[in-house]
């Protein structure tokens, strides 16, 4: 069916969506498994490096402490590429810690210059996600701002927009006089 230029216009006006740039911060990373494993075999004081005490706890807790150390080191380099920083800007390994909820969900806790980047750049909250295969951990954060969570707010729902647009325009033609032939 064709459309007139400004049905066209309504319409794609109700469609579209504009995201602010730099308002979410995406970050993923994946980690070998078992080159995690050769690392820690190879050099012990690894984990005491890039771990908190709590980390290195729960790691060593399971019977497969590698698997969950290279998840919770894909998540410490996931959160700082939704940052935006990696390990720059004198952010360090333990500036990122991984914890879990008394139900098990994983969060992120973020110190020393980590917490005071995030917080210059209006990070309201980084959710995480964690998952493991028997080859590799994968993880996945996002930096929420003010700023993404004000936008969305902003946003109407398209199709509540153009439910609106079509009433408006309904009403629009139930205002005009009927033709004298009457109405078809």
Not at 97 to 121: D, F
Not at 125 to 153: F, G, K, N, R
């Amino acid at each position: 069916m064709a459309r007139s230029k400004k049905s066209q216009a309504i319409v794609d006006g109700a469609l579209s969506m504009t995201v602010a740039s730099d308002s979410v911060g995406l970050g993923v990373d994946i980690v070998e498994i078992e080159r995690m494993a050769r690392i820690i075999e190879r050099s012990p004081a690894f984990t005491e490096k890039v771990y908190s005490a709590a980390e290195r706890a729960y790691c060593d807790g399971h019977a497969h402490p590698e698997v969950h150390y290279a998840t919770r080191f894909a998540a410490k380099e996931a959160v700082l590429k939704a940052l935006g920083t990696g390990f720059s800007e004198g952010i360090s390994w333990l500036d990122v810690e991984v914890r879990r909820t008394s139900k098990g969900r994983p969060y992120v806790v973020l110190t020393g210059r980590a917490r005071e980047v995030a917080r210059e750049m209006g990070v309201r909250e980084i959710p995480i996600s964690l998952s493991y295969t028997h080859t590799d951990a994968v993880a996945c954060a996002m930096a929420i701002t003010d700023e993404s969570v004000a936008a969305q707010e902003r946003r109407r729902d398209p199709m509540e927009e153009l439910t609106r647009q079509f009433k408006e325009a309904r009403s629009f033609l139930d205002e005009l006089p009927a033709s004298e032939g009457g109405r078809e």
